[in-house]
């Protein structure tokens, strides 16, 4: 074999392998109609977002093997932002695909939410179209979804990627806001976080 052919072969063997590890994430902007699903949850029922129209959702995507995930799991960062109650609706995704070992069973998923106290429904998305659809990179990523449908917000659920420093909780930000009347500002930040395991 000639080494011209070897280097064309290992150009597209590394470009292969490079869209295997990125897959083609949607490039989501704030303002744009958040894309509908339907999603079994963790407890098998049907979630779809179409059933929540007026009110304001959150999205999170979870993934209970992330550091990320397990920290804010174990602090209530997202279950205090649950219990906001009112017209706000909490809901978290897993993108998680079914071969990988971070994937969970349900029944290992509710043990999980049941030994941190996560009250809030947690959506299978195990061949990845949703999360694609959202562009969601990390766990956590964040959306905020206002009453008309559109996306109000995206990326990290605060300032404080190392932990026990944060001072600006965006999604809690962005809430007021919206409670107000007012755009979030920003409405858009670096998420962070572990990969989301397509």
């Known amino acids: 074999m ?17 869209a295997c590890a990125n897959p083609t994430l949607a490039d989501l902007a704030v303002g744009q109609a958040a894309p509908t699903f339907s999603l079994t949850a963790v407890d098998g029922s049907t979630v779809s977002l179409d059933q929540f129209q007026g009110k304001t959702v959150v999205l999170e995507w ?33 993108s998680t695909q079914a ?12 043990k999980f939410l049941g030994e941190k106290s996560l009250t809030y429904p947690v959506l299978y998305d195990s061949d990845g179209k949703v999360g694609k659809a959202y562009g969601a990179k990390t766990t956590p990523h964040m959306y905020v979804i206002d009453p008309a449908g559109k996306i109000a917000y995206m990326g990290a659920i605060d300032d404080d990627p190392r932990g026990g420093n944060a001072k600006v909780n965006y999604v809690v930000s962005a809430l007021d806001a919206l409670a107000a009347g007012k755009s979030p500002d920003p409405a858009s930040t670096k998420p962070y976080g572990c990969t989301v395991k397509y």
């Open 99 to 110: 071969s990988h070992q971070d994937f969970l069973k349900p029944a290992d998923y509710a």
């Open 62 to 94: 979870m993934n209970p093997n992330c550091p990320f995930s397990l920290r804010h799991s174990d602090e209530k960062t997202m279950q205090k932002i649950a219990d906001r109650g009112g017209d706000v609706v909490f809901l978290a995704v897993n």
């Open 2 to 18: 000639n080494l011209d052919r070897l280097a064309k072969m290992t150009a597209v063997l590394a470009l292969a392998l490079a």
